[in-house]
């Protein structure tokens, strides 16, 4: 019966903002109905001046929508919640499909500067390692600040990085898909001009789907898991058994698993594929948690399971456990690495302080009455095992 009162609702809300055809109100007012608690991550005067100032028009394009509502997702503070597309990854495709074209090339941003990686979708280029100066005489420290206006996430560091992994989306939507780039480039102390034509290569992270890796090597051996996504999860399961059974046959000290680009995903997949072989006491995946109940009444409570370890595994791992974090690290990878660092079960090293250890969830998609965009709102906020005075504390290496 909650749980259809709160559905009533969220009925009658998308009902009401969908007859005004206003996305500022839909967003504001969905928030205020969904959402355990913004202030959690956002300044909330802040956000509802900023809803304030927004100038939205019925019928305005999709895209220009987007440069619009975006620019609320700094503000958020939160790689989940924030205003996007309902399936990027479908129009990207089914843009290159068309015979659209994005920018060519993978890219880092260092220092506010975007540097070249590979070519997009992750081939090889001669131009690895040049600064972009300018892109269609655009300078791109300006190109890169507007870019990152645009990106969710918990931290400066974490939407930087976003936007330089989907830079070729971004630059897209936002500076539209010319059929040539004109590049002013340095490196190595000099600098050249290039007219490079518009790729029609999948980017990287299109091609990223249940990357796992397993290898021995003269240091110890290294796990590199990218995503916890269940879809993967008998390829998974099956993997980490193979990998304890060979560390156990051949004596490996050491053990590094990589999540540096791990998103997320399922608690399941770690819950059952990596701490069966790691954990050598009770344990638990938060300590205290806000959520919004099926009432719509905000709940305080703890997390009373603990989940017990497996002394008598064969495959037990006995080993140095490092945990690898990295800016991307965020989600189920962030819960993760809160366990395996509270209690003592690895080490965590890599680059820290681009997402908070105390993390949202329960993510939910509410579609904007007038544009079509979505709205990402999670269900609740859970702090880590360890318990957190100051939930702003970011996950990093100690």
Known sequence: MMKIRLLLLISCLHCATAMAGNDVSFIRETIAAAHPDI???????????????????????????????????????DAHLFVGYADWRGDTTAHLQAGGGLFPFEVDIDDGQPVIRASLGGGATGLAGARIVSINGVPADAAVVELVQHAHGDTALFRSHLAAQ???????????????????????????????????????VLQQEGNFNFEITPGGAVLTVSTFDGAHKERFLSLTRTAFTRMRDEG???????????????????????????ATKPYRTGSTYIRKAASGETVNGQIETWRQPQPGNPLLFKGKVLVRIGPATYSSAILFANVMQDFGFATLIGIGNAARRTQSGGIRKFTLP????????????????????????????R
């Open 252 to 278: 490996v000290a050491t053990l590094t698993i990589d999540i540096s680009d791990n998103g997320g995903g399922d608690d399941d997949m770690w819950l059952e594929g990596l701490m069966p072989y790691l």
């Open 370 to 397: 007038n544009s079509g965009l979505v709205l990402w709102v999670p269900r609740f906020v859970l702090d880590p095992p360890a318990g957190v005075a100051d939930r702003t504390a970011l996950l990093a290496p």
């Open 39 to 77: 202030g959690f991550s956002a300044n909330s005067a802040v956000v509802n001046k900023a809803l304030d100032a927004m100038q939205m028009q019925p019928g305005m394009p999709r895209d220009e929508a987007w440069r619009r509502l975006s620019r609320l997702n700094p503000l958020f503070a």
């Open 166 to 204: 989907r830079w070729w989306l971004y630059h897209w939507k936002i500076y539209g898909a010319p059929s040539h780039y004109k590049l002013e480039l340095a490196r190595d102390g000099r600098n050249w001009l290039v007219d490079v034509p518009a790729s029609q290569q999948a980017p990287a």
